[in-house]
């Protein structure tokens, strides 16, 4: 079974800087895709960024970015020029790529506030 | 597009009265799935539906938990009786295929008393 750990509950960023949400995955397949979502206080869960396994660039979308390091099995998420909307939990997840089960398998979460 | 739709948004019961969520996914999507999300952790897979048949069940607590999709489009989501620790946020989401994005709704918050 595949399991996802995100070693910081919370952290805290000023409006403006960069920060980085750490998360390891551990897995026996090769291919496989991860993802980031981010969840406001209203719970819905909103993708941020995904990246395919196969692929070894790193996936970018607009201020978030990931450092996929497949051998290391590691997905981390950066976020650059930190705004106040991007306070909210923030989740890594693992969607495994070779069985028909291909649900989600989430980490426990990071905390992120933006302080102004 | 429309998004996952969910229903009731909130629910208060008390324990050993049942309860039931709906869902809509989006049009088209064959794969849907109910997460529970306890405070302060992240969302636990319930049961995968692919068109109406069930890929995934295992982490369902089958004694009080039932789903059904009946048509292969919305589903619901049912518990019976309810307990206490059943106090949670049920997520539901919608895919269609493989590797593609997984869309959530709002979610359906219940609080058991």
């Known amino acids: 079974a595949q399991t996802v750990t995100q070693s910081q509950p919370e952290m805290s960023v000023q409006e403006a800087e960069t920060v980085t949400l750490s998360c390891t995955y551990d897995t026996s397949e090769n291919n496989y895709y991860l993802f980031w979502y981010k969840q406001p206080p209203s719970r819905q869960m909103i993708l941020v960024i995904r990246q395919e396994a196969y692929k070894q660039q790193n996936a970018t979308e607009n201020r978030f970015s990931v450092n996929f390091q497949k051998a290391a099995k590691s997905f981390s998420l950066k976020i650059s020029d930190s705004q106040l909307g991007d306070t909210a939990m923030y989740f890594c997840?693992?969607?495994?790529?070779?069985?028909?089960?291909?649900?989600?398998?989430f980490g426990g979460g990071t905390r992120l506030m933006v302080k102004p | 597009e429309a998004g996952v739709a969910q229903s009731p948004r909130y629910k208060i019961i008390e324990k050993r009265q049942s309860v039931a969520f709906w869902c809509n996914p989006i049009s088209g999507h064959a794969t849907l799935y109910w997460y529970q999300q306890i405070l302060g952790q992240g969302p636990k897979l319930l049961i995968q539906?692919?068109?109406?048949?069930?890929?995934?069940d295992s982490q369902l607590p089958k004694d009080r938990f039932s789903a059904e999709r009946l048509k292969g489009v919305d589903s619901t989501l049912k518990i019976q009786p309810a307990k206490l620790e059943d106090s949670a946020v049920y997520l539901c989401a919608s895919s269609s295929g493989l590797g593609n994005t997984i869309y959530f709704g709002e979610g359906s918050w219940l609080t058991v008393v």
């Open positions: 539906f692919q068109n109406n048949g069930v890929v995934d």
């Open positions: 997840a693992f969607q495994g790529g070779n069985n028909a089960g291909n649900m989600l398998t």
